[in-house]
């Protein structure tokens, strides 16, 4: 009988497989392990000694499944991305009726599975019962009860394409094991991937991103775990500004963390500048007339007229400190109206060198991976390779926080199962 492997039973591969056998099944092409020599065997080779453990840790257990307004410019390489989405978007539309013309696919394809969610924040999706686990349950219900195999604790380690026309794939595992399959889907991500796939598709070594900054710590030391609302900006060697977000900044002794920081880690390279705008709402000259102002006031008021003193109830007092200590003022002494125009600018541009990316254990994602030049966009199929297909982030698409890079590694992998079932069409039995 013939046989689709997917290695890797994360969200991609998960995905690809609920995806293949409903498109096998909807021919009436049977799925499973003894259905018969027409029939086709999806299984779903996972190297842990279970599937779906990175979604379970996905979203701080919560699981940000995906985004309201999912946008292709979001990511990286977005012209690949634009075309597997339309892509996918074009088959719903051919599946469904009209009225289901709007509905994004992958959320179609979850509501089939039952899955019930709300919405948060910036579009953010998370599922209703508030736990990772409820979408991971849908999934690997679906994939058993439409006949998929899992196959736990197999990790494999080399993928021998076929040597010509009509040969089947080798899959060797780390137990010496070999098994054959006429189609793959290489969901596994980072090294993993490029250990898997034959030689001659380019590649690029990931690194870890959607994390937290590692900076010049004698600003940020004293203001460890400490959160402010801000904007922040990620400005490269030559002064050109690479990247901008607005939200929550955490300082950690070793530089900062938040989501504005994670999305900004995409583009960040040791020796950029992160800039913290701690009062966005302010251009910088009318920020000067604030605090002149302010310098005013407490003069009347019979005030020492202190940084301390001008800065209280505008920040918190130990973020005011290192504010004042980067614009070369002293807390305790009075300010001169002289000095205005450095507190201003420093309050506007908090200026941190990036000197690199945290521990690649606190990053979501890996920037990297096989170059989408090789692949179909409507398949992701490897060009070179018939049969192959390579999913999530195994390819080089990344994008920020807020549910879309989940949201790729579904419709990647709903892609690549719905084609590679259509290439194991010919010649299975209809049931």
């Given at each position: 009988m013939?046989?689709?492997?997917?290695?890797?039973?994360?969200?991609?591969?998960?995905?690809a497989?609920?995806?293949?056998?409903?498109?096998?099944?909807?021919?009436?092409?049977?799925v499973?392990?003894?259905?018969?020599?027409?029939?086709?065997?999806?299984?779903?080779?996972?190297a842990?000694?279970?599937?779906?453990?990175s979604?379970?840790?996905?979203?701080?257990?919560?699981c940000?499944?995906?985004?309201?307004?999912?946008?292709?410019?979001?990511?990286?390489?977005?012209?690949?991305?634009?075309?597997?989405?339309?892509?996918?978007?074009?088959?719903?539309?051919?599946?469904?009726s009209?009225?289901?013309?709007?509905?994004?696919?992958?959320?179609a394809f979850?509501?089939?599975?039952?899955?019930?969610?709300?919405?948060?924040?910036?579009?953010?999706?998370?599922?209703?019962?508030?736990?990772?686990t409820?979408?991971?349950?849908?999934?690997?219900?679906?994939?058993?009860?439409a006949?998929?195999r899992?196959?736990?604790?197999?990790?494999?380690v080399?993928?021998?394409?076929?040597?010509?026309?009509?040969?089947?794939?080798?899959v060797r595992?780390?137990?010496?094991?070999?098994?054959?399959?006429?189609?793959?889907?290489?969901?596994?991500?980072?090294?993993?991937?490029?250990?898997?796939?034959?030689?001659g598709?380019?590649?690029?070594?990931?690194r870890?991103?959607?994390?937290?900054?590692?900076?010049?710590a004698?600003?940020?030391?004293a203001?460890?775990?400490?959160?402010?609302?801000?904007?922040?900006?990620?400005?490269?060697r030559?002064?050109?500004e690479k990247?901008?977000?607005?939200?929550?900044?955490?300082?950690?002794?070793?530089?900062?963390?938040?989501?504005?920081?994670?999305?900004l880690?995409?583009f960040?390279?040791?020796?950029?500048?992160?800039?913290?705008?701690l009062?966005?709402?302010?251009?910088?000259?009318p920020?000067?007339?604030l605090l002149?102002?302010r310098?005013?006031?407490?003069r009347?008021?019979?005030g020492?007229?202190?940084?301390?003193?001008?800065?209280?109830?505008?920040?918190?007092?130990?973020?005011?400190?290192?504010v004042?200590?980067?614009?070369?003022?002293?807390?305790e002494?009075p300010?001169?109206?002289?000095?205005?125009?450095?507190?201003?600018?420093?309050?506007k541009?908090?200026a941190?060198?990036?000197r690199?990316?945290?521990?690649?254990r606190?990053c979501?994602?890996?920037?990297?991976?096989?170059?989408?030049?090789?692949?179909?966009?409507?398949t992701?199929?490897?060009?070179?390779?018939?049969?192959?297909?390579?999913?999530?982030?195994?390819l080089?698409?990344d994008?920020?926080?807020?549910?879309?890079?989940?949201?790729?590694?579904?419709?990647?992998?709903?892609?690549?199962?719905r084609?590679?079932a259509?290439?194991?069409?010919?010649?299975?039995?209809?049931a």
């Open positions: 013939k046989k689709l492997m997917i290695i890797g039973g994360g969200a991609a591969g998960l995905a497989a609920v995806a293949a056998a409903d498109a096998l099944r909807a021919r009436g092409v049977r499973g392990a003894d259905v018969g020599a027409d029939g086709v065997d999806v299984a779903v080779c996972e842990d000694e279970r599937v779906g453990r979604i379970l840790a996905t979203g701080n257990g919560r940000n499944f995906s985004n309201a307004q999912v946008d292709a410019a979001a990511y990286r390489n977005a012209a690949f991305v634009g075309a597997a989405l339309d892509e996918l978007r074009r088959a719903g539309d051919a599946a469904g009209a009225a289901d013309a709007a509905v994004d696919p992958v959320h979850f509501a089939d599975l039952g899955l019930v969610w709300r919405e948060e924040g910036e579009g953010r999706l998370y599922p209703l019962a508030n736990k990772a409820s979408v991971l349950e849908v999934l690997r219900a679906a994939a058993s009860d006949g998929v899992e196959e736990c604790g197999r990790e494999a080399r993928l021998d394409a076929p040597a010509r026309k009509g040969d089947r794939f080798h595992f780390a137990d010496g094991a070999v098994l054959h399959a006429e189609a793959v889907i290489v969901a596994a991500g980072g090294n993993a991937a490029r250990a898997l796939v034959p030689e598709l380019a590649w690029e070594e990931p870890a991103v959607l994390g937290p900054l590692r900076t010049d004698r600003l940020v030391k203001l460890n775990n400490i959160r402010v609302r801000c904007a922040a900006s990620l400005v490269g030559d002064g050109a990247a901008c977000e607005r939200g929550e900044v955490l300082f950690r002794d070793y530089g900062v963390s938040g989501i504005a920081v994670f999305n880690s995409r960040a390279e040791p020796g950029d500048t992160l800039c913290i705008d009062l966005p709402q302010h251009g910088e000259a920020l000067e007339e002149r102002a310098l005013a006031r407490l009347e008021r019979g020492a007229g202190t940084g301390d003193d001008v800065l209280r109830g505008m920040t918190l007092p130990a973020v005011g400190r290192a004042l200590k980067a614009a070369g003022l002293h807390a002494k300010l001169a109206q002289r000095d205005v125009p450095a507190l201003a600018r420093a309050l541009r908090l941190l060198e990036v690199g990316v945290g521990e690649a606190q979501q994602v890996r920037r990297g991976g096989f170059l989408v030049e090789a692949f179909d966009p409507r992701c199929a490897a060009r070179a390779v018939p049969g192959l297909h390579v999913v999530g982030e195994a080089d698409v994008a920020p926080c807020g549910g879309y890079n989940l949201h790729w590694a579904w419709a990647s992998g709903m892609l690549a199962g084609a590679a259509e290439s194991l069409m010919e010649g299975a039995r209809r």
